[in-house]
């Protein structure tokens, strides 16, 4: 147990709809990140707060918005929702002297 | 941007030693990791080079040649369990603040055979 929750484990959906994925980081770590695991192209970075404020972006589309509450937890907000942006969608956190990152255990989205 | 390239896939028998590789290229360098991750699951960190040379870590190893832009890691013993993606990852340093992004090669999987 890496110490990162992420809800839900599984989430089914149609076209067209949107969704909210969310993140509790490891006691202690001030820094979120979002990341979209499709089967043919790997970890793809998609955007990392720090203490409440973006810090990175990386591949995130417009349709896509993450954000980080004061408590550290953070959601990404996915909406208008493709077929192809069925995925793994992971969250990890990494403490403030910012060495390894601590995966949660991944939303698998569906979308049909 | 960075780019980094590992290979796709690769068989090894149980008990005998695999080296997986990974080069990359990116402005800069502030580390580099090897995650594991078995098909479905979250990927679990493994090592972590930031130096020049070899970190060794029970069965497991990472070399580091930042002149190069090359790492490898290195399994021992090769167990049934080893079955898994291989992720090699690069962190640069970061524009502002004090946080910086992990970006991710496309992993290796490797199958361990009897």
């Known amino acids: 147990d890496s110490g990162v929750t992420q809800t839900p484990k599984h989430l089914i959906t149609a076209t067209g709809q949107r969704v909210t994925l969310r993140c509790s980081p490891r006691?202690?770590?001030?820094?979120v990140y979002w990341y979209q695991q499709s089967l043919d192209q790997g970890l793809q970075f998609l955007i990392q707060y720090y203490n409440g404020e973006e810090r990175a972006k990386g591949n995130i589309l417009e349709r896509f918005s993450a954000q980080q509450f004061p408590d550290l937890h953070s959601e990404l907000n996915l909406s208008s929702l493709e077929l192809g942006d069925s995925a793994l969608y992971f969250c990890?956190?990494?403490?403030?002297?910012?060495?390894?990152?601590?995966f949660g255990s991944g939303t698998q989205l569906s979308v049909l | 941007g960075q780019n980094i390239d590992q290979p796709t896939e690769m068989t090894a028998t149980e008990g005998a030693i695999v080296q997986i590789n990974c080069t990359y290229q990116?402005?800069?360098?502030?580390?580099l990791f090897w995650y594991q991750q078995h098909a479905g699951e979250a990927p679990t960190f493994l090592s972590y080079n930031v130096l020049d040379g070899l970190e060794e870590k029970g069965r497991f190893s990472s070399f580091l040649s930042r002149s190069k832009g090359y790492s490898y890691l290195l399994l021992k013993e090769l167990q049934m369990k080893d079955s898994a993606s291989y992720l090699c990852a690069v962190r640069a340093l970061p524009n502002t603040g004090t946080a910086s992004k992990l970006t991710f090669g496309t992993g290796t999987r490797l199958q361990v055979t009897l």
């Open positions: 990116t402005s800069g360098f502030n580390g």
């Open positions: 990890a956190s990494s403490p403030p002297t910012n060495e390894k990152l601590f």
């Open positions: 006691s202690g770590d001030l820094s």
